[in-house]
């Protein structure tokens, strides 16, 4: 099963994890304890590694059986539990390299090999067991995320000897499953042949033929001896069919081992004793840990049990948090409202579970250490929601509101959901310690989709996500906003991988709000827009729009929905259809306004517009605002370039008091839009807002820049310095201009690329300026020596090097056009450069010429072709980058234009003076609001819940769509098709090993038939030749019709079987409450009748120094002869219900025959030791139906009879009655028991009945038997019988017809008040209640008398 790894902390390498691999799903890990036969394969070193690792597909190729203890990995966050009787619970929890057993309190025990693996009495030598370890250290480790898992077991066998079949029988008695691996060979396939046989059929013949089959080589090992022990085993193993499962690889599979485990599970979880709805808790535990949502749907949410959406609230948990999107799409199917299981603590407890690699994880760890820091203590503040909320805010920015407030107390109300049987450990607190709280105090969030949709998102956790997003209802700024989280998450992970993915899905999320937007604008083009400035309260009050633009989703704002929705608010009240011409017309004659030339919104819908109306709905348009802007701009710009060129005087004009006029209502706007405030973000936040835009910044640029012009041109002395400055100033003004084209279409992308371009140019000044540098340098130190003039330096090294890229190249850089004339010889002259070095004589240049002639090639070389050309691909690139997206980048920032003349004042500069003069008079001394400017519309609550049901319908109806394509594509219809192939292939084979086994089945029956044919015709010959028909011989019987019957068979091919005939329980190998072995008996040698050479049964009373009356305790002769058999014997009665029985050196034989023990065990007497049970079931009246399930009220200790409907009707299941039966649970005992026992000599009542009920109430109860109905008498299989002594019972049915009588409220009365170290209740009388199994024999009585169900 994989390449085995001894655990660190056996030394006798006899643990191992086993590896289990599915393709399709994660790995899972089990832990293995090898026994029987050493395996003959190679053990490679073991690992010191606990953790589970990648491995490949798991084989069963090794020998031995094995004990798994199936180990769920630490992220799936599930203890698997299971109810009384069942496998073994307990947790295995490491410690040290050591696991260690834990008990369910968290206490931790001896650390040594379970006890169902021990051999008994050490009687075989192949039998290897090893301790783990004995002594335990202090303290409580945890796997990963803090979470004990609950590990249940189940015992693998792959061929094994003698040791191998103790460890079977073992696990089965002790209610441990068994997947039997038929074909690996020896004791495994003696089991797998035998174990769909009837166990009457179970020989010690048939027993004997498959060891010498199988075990050839060992055989004459096998005594007689031990031959009647393995059938003895071998019989009682198979006589637990519902913990026995045959893994046969054309029934399974070779891949499907771990289907099989975990229908064994399954199938003894079914079987097994329990109260209420245990048993469905563990076998959904079990799937969820194992990741088998396929088996969940089939064998779980059946028709057979109907869930609470509470009951499913622990497990849902737990697929969340081990992220299991399967389970939690199965959980929603099956009704669980996340209203109702999304609390603030279980958003908390959720939050607690981050993994630690998570980069949401970090940043919340981040946020506590400051907190700490903050308050200066010394311990980490505990995990609150609003600590969540300030990572939120980081992530989708200061445009939202915090989505978690900060509460006002710090203890929140708690969450009260039931969770029997989970134990998830998180810092100390369990999931089901958080759930046990008020009912009263319970605080449910706003809107839990959001919730559980932000937890999965942070993680990743993209199939989560999908499913949980596909259940909101504000989903088109759902899936904005974790396009937004994702992106921002992507900027600070540093895996690439996670990167990409986050990307990926940050994508996949803006198509489905993209997508969800078409279909809603298709249907309805003035709704959609609505949801598009919809203000949600949820997303921390912020829009979609707003989203779409914090996430920069590009794709989903230069939609033509959206573009449509802007282009509306970019013209206002006015007609969209309205020619541009018409505009600036109306604009310079407005008189013209009240023309037909300008059609308004308000006018198509047939609504009349008054005068002052018309004028204000014109003159506060945003394109209106904007053209007005442009004109005063360029008035401004004008009027500037005037003054500066024509009219600059040493004292201003009036025209440049204009212009400082016209300067400070610009400043008074930029002022404006940088403390406008709607949000309450405060100022620094809106500072760096207000700074991040690049032409905002190009405006204070300007600002200053005129402001510095301005104060140099105001002193005499710095006039002309002045004007310089503010000639610059002009300059950044006429640059301001491109801002205003932005919103042509045509020019609006050119701008962009030209920005981008700008970038390009930045960094390709970095690569220019080290060729110009190095090629000016060299050339400066050739030609001229000691030039020290800083300017005429910086000449010749930068400028003339950069001019010569151009084509002006130096006239003396080759000596040839040297004109000496045009330098200074001595660099006296500051117009002249100096001369390069040259002779005394003829003054010529005397400096390598072929140097720099190849220097200055080199250089052009470099610079001209190279660089330029490089700089030329940048630029194409950019474009052809940029030019595919220009059109998306344009309408997205198109957007920014729009909003800020949306929300700015209609006049121009500088009458904008006068807007902000009475906007000054309404905020500081009227104290009134500001008006909200911004794309944001509050809308009823009906009108919002209205416009979200049509949003969601939508939704699904593109979910829908979305499906329909991927099932129409080709690649997932080749998916689907194998798909359905591989069912197919699975059903035939199903098929086909279920006819197999009916044919099997048919052809022993054939075989008998036709032996007792022979028989027959044997008897009929002989009879013949001797002349007549006085034959000594009997006549063979007839032949049995077993091969025409139906009888029902079951998907393993194996026929219901009747009830045992032989005592079974009184046969266990193990005497109760003892450490002694019965000798083993099967089935064939039971009864006194047949021959049993060997038996030799060992002798075993127990010394009851409690009673008064007990025979001896010796099995002496002289004291047996004291006893008076089948009769009265003093006060005791050993007369049997069955007649006599026979005695036999001096101790009476058990009538049903060998038990494979001697003596009285812990009966008191020998011969019959007389009981008696009555079986009380009552009508109840607090029963009631839900659907086709019945559902129960509980009250405490007392409940329920006859069940009725609502309307009165009884319940019926499988067209019975149901009824309820009084049971009890006494001290020291684990099981429920039937309130009855032995009888003590002379009395009427047994102990443990009068235990129960108070005295006043006895003769009461004895007339009630009186009055009731024997329902056996005799013989009773139980454990204690031994061969000389055993229990006779007598079970009587007391059962109250009618709801008010008034001996049922007596007996209640009496219950109510009966000894409190007693568990007394009434319990629906089903065969898988935690009862003694001869217990179980009485109620099937009881119930087939009644009529009920059973």
């Known amino acids: 099963m994989g390449s085995p790894q001894a655990h660190p902390g056996n030394a006798n390498g006899c643990l191992r994890r086993y590896p289990l691999h599915r393709p399709g799903t994660e790995d899972r890990e089990v832990c293995a304890c090898l026994l029987g036969y050493p395996s003959t394969g190679h053990l490679p070193p073991h690992d010191t590694a606990l953790g589970p690792r990648r491995t490949q597909p798991a084989h069963l190729s090794h020998r031995g059986s094995q004990k798994l203890h199936h180990e769920a990995k630490a992220e799936e966050h599930l203890p698997a539990r299971a109810s009384q009787g069942g496998p073994d619970h307990r947790s295995l929890d490491h410690h ?238 099956q009704g ?51 600590h969540v909320s300030q990572v939120l805010r980081e992530l989708l920015g200061c445009s939202t509101q915090p989505l978690y407030p900060k509460p006002k107390h710090t203890e929140r109300p708690r969450l009260s959901i039931p969770v029997p ?111 598009l400035t919809r203000v949600s309260e949820a997303w921390g009050k912020t829009t979609c729009l707003q989203l779409a633009l914090e996430a920069k989703n590009m794709n989903f704002v230069s939609h033509g929905g959206v573009q449509a929705f802007l ?17 600036i017309t109306c604009m310079l004659f407005f008189p013209l306004l009240y023309t037909n030339l300008i059609t308004f919104s308000r006018e198509k819908r047939l609504q009349p517009m008054g005068c002052l109306t018309r004028l204000r709905a014109f003159f506060t348009a945003p394109i209106v605002i904007f053209l007005m802007n442009i004109l005063s701009y360029f ?32 400043v008074c706007e930029e002022t404006r839009q940088l403390l406008y405030d709607p949000d309450g973000l405060g100022v620094v936040k809106m500072a760096s807002l207000y700074i991040k835009d690049f032409w905002n910044k190009l405006d204070i640029c300007a600002i200053l820049v005129f402001i510095a012009g301005l104060t140099c041109r105001l002193i005499p002395s ?246 329909c394509q991927e099932k129409q594509n080709t690649e997932q219809m080749i998916r689907d098709i194998a798909q359905r192939v591989d069912v197919l292939a699975e059903l035939l084979d199903l098929d086909r090993v279920k006819r197999t086994g009916v044919v099997e089945q048919r052809l022993g029956s054939l075989e008998d038939q036709v032996q007792q044919s022979a028989q027959a015709l044997r008897w009929m010959m002989q009879a013949l030749r001797g002349n007549g028909f006085s034959s000594g011989e009997d006549v063979p019987p007839v032949g049995s019709s077993k091969a025409l019957d139906t009888k029902e068979i079951d998907l393993a091919g194996r026929p219901e079987e009747s009830q045992p005939p032989y005592h079974v329980l009184a046969r266990n190998l193990l005497y109760p409450g003892s450490h002694t072995l019965r000798f083993p008996v099967p089935d064939e040698k039971v009864p006194w009748e047949v021959d049993f050479p060997l038996y030799d049964p060992p002798a075993y009373s127990a010394d009851h120094k409690d009673m008064a009356v007990q025979d001896p305790f010796s099995l002496s002769l002289e004291s047996l002869l004291k006893i008076n058999y089948n009769t009265m014997d003093g006060l005791i009665d050993r007369q049997s219900f069955h007649g006599l029985y026979a005695v036999q050196d001096g101790l009476p034989l058990n009538p049903m025959g060998r038990t ?69 649970q006494y001290p020291l005992s684990d099981v429920w028991a039937l309130p009855g026992g032995s009888l003590e000599p002379g009395e009427t009542l047994p102990l443990k009945l009068k235990w129960i009920l108070r005295r006043e109430f006895w003769p009461q109860f004895q007339n009630l038997l009186k009055q009731g109905t024997e329902v056996h008498k005799g013989y009773l299989d139980d454990p204690r019988n031994t061969d000389n002594a055993w229990v006779e019972t007598v079970a009587i049915s007391v059962h109250f017809d009618t709801q008010n009588d008034v001996e049922m409220k007596r007996l209640n009365s009496f219950l109510q008040g009966c000894d409190p170290e007693l568990c007394i209740r009434w319990q629906v009388l089903d065969k898988r209640i935690p009862l003694h199994a001869n217990h179980k024999e009485l109620l099937h009585k009881v119930s087939t008398l009644l009529g009920a169900y059973y």
């Not at 299981?341 to 970090?362: I, M």
């Not at 005087?649 to 212009?659: A, C, F, G, V």
């Open 96 to 333: 040290g390299g050591v696991p260690h057993w834990c008990d369910e309190t968290g206490g931790r025990g001896s650390a040594r090999l379970h006890p169902e693996l021990q051999p008994q009495g050490g009687r075989h030598r192949h039998h290897r067991h090893c301790h783990l370890g004995d002594r335990v250290q202090p303290g409580q480790p945890r796997l990963p995320h803090g979470v004990a898992i609950k590990i249940p077991i189940v015992c693998v066998v792959l061929e094994g000897g003698p040791g191998t079949l103790d460890t079977i029988y073992n696990a089965i008695t002790n209610g441990t499953p068994c997947v039997i691996v038929e074909g690996s060979g020896r004791v495994a396939d003696v089991i797998a042949q035998v174990a769909n046989l009837p166990v009457a059929k179970i020989t010690i013949a048939l027993i004997q033929k498959k060891l010498s089959i199988l075990f050839h080589d060992t055989y004459e090992l096998f005594t007689e001896s031990k031959l009647v022990e393995w059938t003895k085993k071998i019989q009682d193993i198979v006589r637990s069919r519902q913990l026995l499962t045959i893994f046969r690889e054309g029934k399974y599979g070779q891949q499907d081992v771990d289907v099989a485990i975990l229908q064994a599970l399954f199938k003894a979880s079914r079987n097994q004793d329990h109260f209420g709805r245990e048993n469905w808790d563990h076998q959904l535990k079990l799937a969820v840990a194992w990741n088998r949502v396929d088996i969940a749907r089939s064998e779980i949410f059946t028709d057979d049990h109907d869930w609470k959406p509470s009951d499913l609230h622990p497990v849902m948990a737990a697929a969340l948090i081990s992220n299991k999107p399967e389970f939690v799409k199965l959980f929603l199917e």
């Open 635 to 666: 008035t401004f710009l004008l009027l500037f370039a005037y003054v500066l060129m024509v009219d600059f005087q040493p004292m201003p004009t009036w025209r440049e008091y204009l212009i400082y006029f016209w300067l400070f209502s610009l």
């Open 718 to 963: 710095t006039l002309y310095p002045g004007r310089i400055i503010l000639s610059l100033a002009f300059i950044i003004f006429c640059l301001r201009l491109m801002h205003i084209f932005t919103v042509s279409k045509t020019l609006g992308p050119k701008i962009i690329i030209v920005k981008r371009m700008m970038k390009d140019v930045f960094f390709f000044l970095f690569l220019l300026a080290v060729w110009v540098v190095s090629f000016g340098v060299a050339k400066q130190a050739i030609l001229i020596h000691n030039e020290e003039r800083v300017e005429w330096l910086f000449r010749g090294v930068v400028y003339h090097s950069y001019l010569t890229i151009f084509g002006q190249i130096p006239s003396y850089i080759d000596g040839v056009n040297f004109n000496i004339d045009q330098c200074s010889p001595n660099g006296t002259d500051p117009y002249k450069p100096k001369c390069p070095e040259t002779n005394a004589d003829n003054k010529k240049p005397i400096f390598p010429e072929w140097l720099t002639v190849i220097l200055l090639c080199l250089y052009l070389l470099f610079t001209n072709i190279l660089l330029l050309n490089l700089l030329i691909a940048m630029f194409n690139y950019t474009f052809q980058q940029v030019q595919e997206h220009t059109d998306q980048i344009w309408k997205f920032q198109r957007h920014d234009l729009i909003e800020e003349y949306h929300g700015r004042p209609p006049a121009p500069p500088p009458l904008i003076l006068l807007n902000h003069l009475q906007l000054l008079v309404r905020r500081g001394l009227l104290r009134r609001p500001a008006t909200h400017h911004k794309l944001k519309e509050k809308l009823e609550k009906n009108e919002e819940a209205a416009l979200l049901s049509w949003e969601m319908y939508l939704k699904e109806n593109y979910l829908q769509h979305q499906q």
């Open 567 to 583: 282009t509306k608010v970019w013209w206002g009240k006015l007609c969209v259809d309205n020619g541009l011409w018409r505009v």
């Open 421 to 531: 049987h989970i134990k998830l450990n998180v810092q100390g607190s369990s999931l089901r310690s958080l759930c046990k709280r008020s009912a009263g105090r319970v605080t449910f969030t706003m809107d839990p989709v959001r919730d559980l949709l932000i937890w999965a998102v942070v993680q990743n956790r993209k199939e989560l996500a999908e499913i949980i997003w596909a259940q909101s209802q504000d989903c088109m700024a759902a899936a904005l906003a974790c396009s937004k989280i994702l992106k921002e998450l992507a900027k600070e992970e540093e895996d690439t991988d996670t990167t990409d993915d986050m990307l990926a899905l940050a994508e996949e999320y803006e198509h489905k709000a993209i997508g969800v937007f078409t279909d809603c604008y298709r249907k309805d083009e003035e709704r959609a827009q609505k949801l």
């Open 1156 to 1224: 494979g023990l001697r003596g009285r065990g812990k009966l008191h007497c020998f011969g019959p030791n007389h009981a008696l049970h009555p079986v009380v079931t009552r009508q109840c009246d607090h029963c009631w139906a839900e659907g086709s399930q019945v559902q129960l009220q509980h009250g405490r200790g007392l409940s329920h009879s006859w069940r009725r409907n609502l309307d009165g009707s009884i319940i019926r299941k499988s067209l019975k009655k149901m009824l309820e039966v009084l049971v009890a």
């Open 336 to 386: 669980v409202r996340l209203k109702e299981f999304v609390t603030w603590d279980t958003l908390v407890y959720l939050y607690d579970n981050l993994a630690p690699s998570c980069l949401f994880h970090s940043k919340l760890q981040k946020v506590l250490l400051e907190e700490r820091e903050h308050t200066a203590g010394s311990k980490m503040p505990r995990l609150q929601m609003h």
